[in-house]
Antibody, heavy 125, light 109 residues
Framework: QVQLVESGGGVVQPGRSLRLSCAASGFTFSNFAMLWVRQAPGKGLEWVTFIWYDGSDKYYSDSVKGRFSISRDNSMNTLYLQMNNLRVEDTAVYYC??????????????????WGRGTLVTVSS | SYELTQPLSVSVSPGQTARITCSGDALPKKYAYWYQQKSGQAPILVIFEDSKRPSGIPERFSGSSSGTMATLTISGAQVEDEADYYCYSTDITDDHKGVFGGGTKLTVL
């Protein structure tokens, strides 16, 4: 069965960096686009970033563009999120998520079918 | 920025039909997805591509879309359906960016 296991969360001071990882299993990781979604305490879901199945294209929300970087290692079945210059408002549970369809040559579906359990990132001085 | 609008809350008695709406200008052309999130848990997919139900999701969950509004219907809601529900679709400005609705708290009691 599909499993997504996030790690790397913790408490960090504003302006510092953190790297999240997501270990994927139970499906052919290299065939699917992946994304990160976050949820601030007591708030709704927020789309953060998206990466094509082969890592060739990446997209970011305006709130993290220029500070966060998504990447993947298909040989290790692992998704990453490098978070730099963290802000208090980045405090959230970060979920790794798998898209539910295959990419064409020009586009990838954004719908999500599986989620990890999330990892909590707290940015505080 | 593009937004999907949901009601903050919906309340029904057990056995009644619950309808949760999601409005967005791009919905006539883009699929809607629905996620259920119970307290302290990760979201799960209950409807994809407007009206398709994943395996393992009870038949009482259904979805539809017309014009700028998508609707999640729970026919004969059960106490265990009490949760937050989020719609999700493509950002109107970029096919590879997603956007979530603000979420609807469904109360069944």
């Amino acid at each position: 069965q599909v499993q997504l296991v996030e790690s790397g969360g913790g408490v960090v001071q504003p302006g510092r960096s953190l790297r999240l990882s997501c270990a994927a299993s139970g499906f052919t990781f290299s065939n699917f686009a992946m994304l990160w979604v976050r949820q601030a305490p007591g708030k709704g879901l927020e789309w953060v970033t998206f990466i094509w199945y082969d890592g060739s294209d990446k997209y970011y929300s305006d709130s993290v563009k220029g500070r966060f970087s998504i990447s993947r290692d298909n040989s290790m079945n692992t998704l990453y999120l490098q978070m730099n210059n963290l802000r208090v408002e980045d405090t959230a549970v970060y979920y790794c998520a798998k898209t539910l369809g295959y990419c064409s040559t020009t586009s990838c579906p954004i719908g999500v079918d599986y989620w990890g359990r999330g990892t909590l990132v707290t940015v505080s001085s | 920025s593009y937004e999907l609008t949901q009601p903050l809350s919906v309340s029904v008695s057990p056995g009644q039909t619950a309808r949760i709406t999601c409005s967005g200008d791009a919905l006539p052309k883009k699929y809607a997805y629905w996620y259920q999130q119970k307290s302290g848990q990760a979201p799960i997919l209950v409807i994809f591509e407007d009206s398709k139900r994943p395996s393992g999701i009870p038949e009482r969950f259904s979805g539809s879309s017309s014009g700028t509004m998508a609707t999640l219907t729970i026919s004969g809601a059960q106490v265990e359906d009490e949760a937050d529900y989020y719609c999700y679709s493509t950002d109107i400005t970029d096919d590879h960016k997603g956007v979530f609705g603000g979420g609807t708290k469904l109360t069944v009691l």
